[in-house]
């Protein structure tokens, strides 16, 4: 049993560390974002793409133009999803479930003009539709080359950082005390 005189964990004199603002996101959390973007982006685009279709055999058009529709929606789709949100919003919807956001590296937010640009550069990463496989190869190396900030390369084209957002419980300097030992002698 404690006594009540007994200060207890963290003692009343003890002040917080103070809060400190955003912070570089850690790889980990952008693979995850990259990942929901994939998910949320693929949802969209079989809807788009089953409309087009659907509109197509209603229409009676021709294979080879329905063909350059769904091409042309598994370009500009992953494109658009990427560039309206950055430019917004600073962040893709699985950036913000997961408290992400895209700023630029002086602090700024970004403006349609970066927003495409970063969009054409990452494209091929919301796409389920890889053209290239070289561009995401060196992306993710270039990214584990990065210490601290582990920029990609549209990051790095764009001077544009991504920072995680989401508050940080606070941490004591020291661990918890155990209780006192007992004044009493053993018995």
Known sequence: MVSP?????PPPHFAYPPQTGPRPAELGMRIAARLLDFLFAGIIMVAVNLAIVGVGLVAGLPDGLLSIALLANMIVLPLTYEWVQLALWGATLG???LGLKVVRTDGTPLSWPVAAGRALLNAPYVSSWLILMVLPLANFICMLADSPERRGLHSRATKTVVL?????????PYPPTPYPPTPYPPT
């Open 5 to 9: 005189d007994w200060p207890m964990y």
């Open 95 to 97: 950036k913000r479930v």
């Open 164 to 172: 995680d957002t989401r508050p940080r419980a606070p941490r004591y």
